[in-house]
């Protein structure tokens, strides 16, 4: 990408990183000062003040939490030894509250790497676990930066050894800091065993000295440690410390680097995230995270062919390129994100959505900054940009060249574990409620909507009580829709215990053409999350090929009304195994109709039960309410599974139905005199016990 200052970048000196972490670690803060020491801004945005540059949000700035993902751009150059490159970086700050955690996941699945952020204070918290299993998931290199070290109560050894002990052994420093506490005055960077200090911390620059005798220990220590972690990802270096050689600097920051790319690693910095210390971050994010030539090339379906096919991080290759992010803005309407992979784009092109056999005009690129946009005319391998104005394009689809059309591995997304009735408070409303959720629901792929056909309700569905008002005040102020909410519901689901096998006939005869369709189908549980199957195993043409698509469509649409309280079926395999057709009356509907109805009586003789969403929580009280707190968890058909210590503080670890814990802040608050506070996130779904299910089956029949 050519930049009117630097000219243009190479491949392998772009940076494409996401700053991750749970709520409150300092994620936003760190990404304002980065924007600030880069020269992207010219002062570093504030939280309590509401002038951050990447919560431009208004519900981001009046909650001072982050909603949505926001992406930048900026350049940094490197500045250590003969090295006075520009590096280009694309910046994506991601949410912390666990209801936004799509946001992180779309994120995660197109970045090279990742800087997860901790709270010194806090170390490794219930949200950060999440974020570090997403970027396991995707195989992301990724740097620890434990933050607030300078705030009372900050501290690196600690947060390093739960780091250690709850994420990875296989966790390091690669800097010690200078000072404790409000003390913090600089950082001992071991790749160069040299002291970076500051008077300052909001100072012009780091001041480069001698480590001081006393820490030369500590530091010839972690070193140690350091390059015994990392010596086995570069032969020449291992054997020059089996032989117990020097290893120069050049050679530690080779194999540092080489030994994050594994995945296997993770380096562990730390320092105030405000301040001038994250000039010394962005020199190890440009030194050993990833550049797009440095991953794998991505994998794809061939779309002519079905073969497997690769499309390496080149500008010459054919295009392909991925959605993660739709966006509507106020000003220029839909806004697609994408990454690409392979190959050139310029503006004004067509291309084909590989996902939906749509083509697509790439009419306007643009660059983001946060909620500012920059028109390019060209986007290449491993660049970040986004597109005004598709209509047709959603999160997760294959963008590609129409000659040779690539199918990339789309995103998976965690289904919605709460809803809650909607309905627009005047006629107007109406037609303008169902335009604000439909918008809504193409940004948010964890946010459902569903009519119900008997009672004529609206259902919206998401992933926390937070996740849905956020959504309806969205609506009120972007697209002026006033509406009216329902308690929030749990969405329970439904599914089998035993394998059935089921008939099912839908024969009619009323003078003329009647209708005939007869289906025998298997029914069969599979393990908890592996979804829905329909196999199709009729031989000798017992029912014409003609209607097996219709027995599939009938046994989907049962699936979305179990047999004991109506909610959707789950992790079931269904087969079509026999049947019989009418040359004359055998119809499509005739067949649906026979599937829909042998899948209801099929479920009802095979051990169906109701499941919830049990979440996972963690209550952090002073020691004294410990007692009063797991009682009150206990009453709530929750299970204890450990309690751990820190400071006078007691962090109660346990798995809880959601269906008992809508108003547990304000039940934790009155226990506690309001000094307890809590976490949650959806766990597992889990069967309900069978006097709970009773009840919740004779509400619905209400």
Sequence with gaps: MEDKEFGE??????????????????????????????????????????????????????????????????????????YHEVFRINIIDTPGHVDFTAEVERSLRVLD??????????????????????????????????????????????????????????????????????????????????????????????????????????????????????????????EKFLNGQEINNEEVLRTLRKATLSGQVYPVFGGDGRGVIVKALLDFVVNILPSPLDLPPVKGIN??????????????????????KVQTDPYVGRLTFFRVYSGTLQSGSYVLNATRGERERFSRIVLM?????????????????AVVGLKNTFTGDSICNEEHPILLEAISFPEPVISMSIEPKTKQDQEKMGMALKKLSEEDPTFKIKSNAETGQTLIAGMGELHLEILVDRMKREFKVEAATGAPQVAYKETIKKTVEQEGKYIRQSGGRGQYGHVWLRLEPRNPGEGFIFEDEIV??????????????????????GVIAGYPVIDVLVALYDGSFHEVDSSEIAFKIAAIEAFKDGARRAD?????????????????????????????RGRIEGTESKANLTVIKSLVPLA???????????????????????????????????KIAEGRKK
Aim: aromatic share 8%.
């Design 369 to 385: 900054h946060a909620n500012n946009r920059e028109d390019v005319t060209q986007v290449k391998a491993g660049e970040i940009a």
């Design 9 to 82: 970048i190479p491949l392998d000196r772009i940076r494409n990183i996401g700053i991750i972490a749970h709520i409150d670690a300092g994620k936003t803060t760190t990404t304002e000062a980065v924007l600030f020491h880069t020269g992207k801004t010219h002062k570093i945005g504030k939280i309590d003040a509401g002038d951050t540059q990447m919560d431009w949000m208004e519900q981001e700035r009046e909650r001072g939490i982050t909603i949505t993902s926001a992406a930048t751009t900026c350049f940094w150059r490197r500045r250590f030894g003969s």
């Design 113 to 238: 790497g990742a800087v997860v952020v901790f709270d010194g204070k806090m170390g490794v918290e219930p949200q950060s676990e999440t974020v570090w299993r997403q970027a396991n998931k995707y195989r992301v290199p990724r740097i620890c930066f434990i933050n607030k070290i300078n705030q009372i109560g900050g501290d690196f050894n600690k947060s390093l050894a739960s780091i250690r002990d709850r994420l990875s052994p296989k966790a390091f420093p690669i800097v010690l800091p200078i000072g404790f506490e409000k003390d913090l005055h600089g950082l001992i960077d071991l790749t160069r065993m040299k002291a970076y200090t500051y008077k300052d911390y909001l100072q012009d620059d780091l001041e480069e000295e001698d480590i001081s005798e006393d820490l030369m220990e500590i530091a010839k220590k972690a070193r140690l440690e350091m390059i015994e972690t990392i010596a086995e990802f570069d032969d020449a270096v291992l």
């Design 303 to 324: 779309q002519k062919t079905g073969a497997e096919e690769i499309r390496k991080p080149e500008t010459n290759e054919q295009f392909s390129a991925l959605a993660f």
């Design 608 to 636: 169906p039960v109701l499941q919830e969403p049990i979440m996972k929580v963690e209550v952090t009280v002073p020691d004294q309410f410990m007692g009063d707190v797991i009682g009150d968890l206990s009453s709530k």
């Design 540 to 561: 000798g043409g017992s029912i014409p090929k003609e209607y097996i698509p219709a027995v599939e469509k009938g046994v989907k649409e049962a699936l979305e009304s």
């Design 660 to 694: 008992e814990l809508f108003g547990y802040s304000t039940i934790l608050r009155s226990i506690t005199q309001g000094r307890g506070s809590f976490n949650m996130e959806p766990s597992h779904y889990q069967e309900v016990p069978g006097n709970v299910a009773l």
